[in-house]
């Protein structure tokens, strides 16, 4: 099963909410995606027109494409209810928060994003996680070692 995630999600933001949602792909993306040519690394959402579009995700082209392949960072649109939609607009104008994409994965046939929302962290919060993330560390060592 293929799973991208990204991993600089956790560790630059806070998130506090999750939301799955369907990603409109071309014909050669989905066969790059099942390949594992994808990135999350430097990529984000945001909301244009009551509508959520994906920027700055990497696709690498597919091998076997003819002339018909795609850009490989093109502007995706995602698949939400308009409920939610307005809600994550309300959440990003008004309170500050900005949409991650944390993981690329498949349901049954169909390619969904899962999105975060979430606060930047400042560097003293990232030292903070790093030092948790230490310790739990640490801690499952020692039980393991018992």
């Known amino acids: 099963m293929i799973e991208i995630k990204n991993k600089k999600a956790s560790y630059d933001y806070f998130i506090e ?10 014909g050669t993306e989905i066969k790059s995606i099942r390949e594992g040519n994808a990135n999350l690394k430097d990529c984000y ?9 994906l920027l700055n995700m990497y ?15 093109r502007t995706r649109k995602l698949l939400l209810n308009k409920r939610e939609i307005l809600k994550l607009r309300d959440r990003v ?27 930047g962290k400042k560097n003293y919060d990232k ?7 230490d310790m739990k560390r640490d801690i499952e060592k020692l039980l393991k070692n018992r």
């Open 17 to 26: 909410e999750e939301i799955e949602c369907g990603i409109v792909l071309k």
């Open 45 to 53: 959402a945001i909301v244009r027109n009551n509508e959520v579009f």
């Open 59 to 73: 696709i690498a082209k597919y091998n076997d494409a003819s002339i018909f392949n795609h850009d490989e960072r």
């Open 93 to 119: 104008e008004i309170s500050g928060y900005t949409l991650i994409p944390i993981k690329l994965y498949f349901k049954g046939n169909k390619a969904k994003i899962l999105l975060g929302v979430g606060k």
């Open 127 to 133: 030292r903070e996680s790093i030092k948790e993330k």
